[in-house]
Nanobody, 119 residues
Framework: QVQVVESGGGLVQPGGSLRLSCATSGITFGFYVMAWYRQAPGKQRELVATIAAGGSPNYADSVKGRFTISRDDIKNSVFLQMNSLRTEDTAVYYC?????????????WGQGTQVTVSS
């Protein structure tokens, strides 16, 4: 079975850093575009960053220059390094794996990990 599991969330002060991890299994990792999304209370889910196997990363304007997405194609994992965190970064962060070809039938989500930025 397919598993997508996030970890690394927590409470941090403004200006601090966190590193989120997403471990996958049951998929052919190299076929999947990986992404991080987030959803804050009362707001819609938004795309934070994406990265394809061997491809260039892409970021939402709100996190560009502060967040870095990366992937390890041996460990079948994706990471999100978050620096200079702001209170508006507070959200549940979700890892997504979407097949680069069969995207409509191969699209998997993790359970989410809470990130709280508060002074």
């Amino acid at each position: 079975q397919v598993q997508v599991v996030e970890s690394g969330g927590g409470l941090v002060q403004p200006g601090g850093s966190l590193r989120l991890s997403c471990a996958t299994s049951g998929i052919t990792f190299g076929f999947y575009v990986m992404a991080w999304y987030r959803q804050a209370p009362g707001k819609q889910r938004e795309l934070v960053a994406t990265i394809a196997a061997g491809g260039s990363p892409n970021y939402a304007d709100s996190v560009k220059g502060r967040f870095t997405i990366s992937r390890d194609d041996i460990k079948n994992s994706v990471f999100l390094q978050m620096n200079s965190l702001r209170t508006e970064d507070t959200a549940v962060y979700y890892c997504n794996a979407k097949h680069s070809v069969l995207s409509m039938s191969r699209n998997y989500w993790g359970q989410g990990t809470q990130v709280t930025v508060s002074s």
